[in-house]
């Protein structure tokens, strides 16, 4: 689906209708701080803080790397890759800084969206908080429905964005989380197996990292959207560099993969024909 089916389908008139509401009137004066975008300024805040206090090891007495490589997992990223948080976080300011300035345009006290938002950003520390004491299962449980969640968050800003402001933000944290999720879930295995079986270790490292270069490939495709691809590479080069002292083969693969994946997914379909004749 191309860039131009997500562009407002508002843009002039929604705009001009919603700016002749007494709400619209007021936000065209400068009033771009609504119930709406105070609450999300507050909550986000909090998110903020709420990181900082559990990941300084104030709760359960761990952080998060201690868990996450408590027990080697074959899915699991280096610790490097881990440092898009920040990349994310800075992003999601940006993010609210476009939404709030589009405040004219939703003379409605809440939208989708801004629930959508709040309720990440609680599921966000929820996961943190029982991550930190180790309640892998159940972190898992939450961490899918903030998965659901930013997936409903992101197809509802694909349909108004037209900027990238409006959209990009979302679209790093959504496919960041996508992967984080993955990772969750083979932690959770592999603690339940104690280790996990040997033989499929690898191959299932193989076959995750193809599922999601595929999705990756869909969403440049579909979506015309090179953010979730260029995460996943990220990420996924990060698996190999972890998987290497482990497994070469493993990590060969699954860095060949990247390199194919890559390949695909952003060189121009006319250049790949090029490539066959």
């Not at 359960?60 to 490097?80: D, E, K, L």
């Not at 295995?189 to 033989?199: C, E, K, Q, S, V």
Request: charged share 10%; net charge positive.
């Amino acid at each position: 689906m191309s860039n131009h089916a997500y562009r407002a389908a508002s843009a002039p008139g929604v705009v001009q209708r919603a700016r002749n509401t007494k709400t619209g009137r007021r936000l065209e004066r400068g009033g771009y701080l609504t119930v709406e975008t105070v609450t999300m300024w507050i909550v986000y805040a909090l998110t903020l803080v709420g990181n900082a206090v559990i990941e300084g090891g104030q709760v359960g007495g761990n952080t998060s790397a201690t868990v996450a490589y408590g027990v080697f997992t074959w899915f699991t990223p280096a610790g490097y890759v881990f440092a898009i948080w920040s990349v994310i976080y800075v992003a999601l300011i940006v993010w609210l800084v476009a939404y709030t300035r589009n405040a004219a345009t939703r003379p409605k006290a809440f939208t989708a969206t801004s629930a959508l938002f709040i309720a990440s950003c609680v599921l966000n520390v929820l996961w943190l908080a029982l991550w930190h004491f180790e309640a892998v299962g159940v972190s898992f449980i939450v961490i899918l429905a903030e998965w659901v969640v930013l997936a409903a968050l992101y197809l509802n800003v694909r349909k108004t964005a037209r900027r990238g402001a409006e959209w990009m933000p979302i679209s790093l944290y959504t496919a960041w989380v996508t992967v984080a999720t993955i990772a969750n879930m083979a932690i959770l295995i592999t603690r339940a197996l104690d280790g996990g079986l040997p033989f499929f270790n690898g191959l299932s490292a193989i076959a995750l990292s193809a599922g999601v270069l595929a999705l990756g490939y869909l969403m440049k495709k579909s979506y015309d959207d090179w953010v979730f691809p260029v995460v996943f590479l990220w990420a996924l080069v990060g698996v190999g560099v972890n998987v290497a002292p482990v497994s070469g083969f493993t990590a060969a693969v699954v860095l060949l993969l990247c390199a194919v994946g890559g390949i695909l997914t952003f060189l121009p379909t006319g250049a790949l024909r090029g490539l066959r004749g």
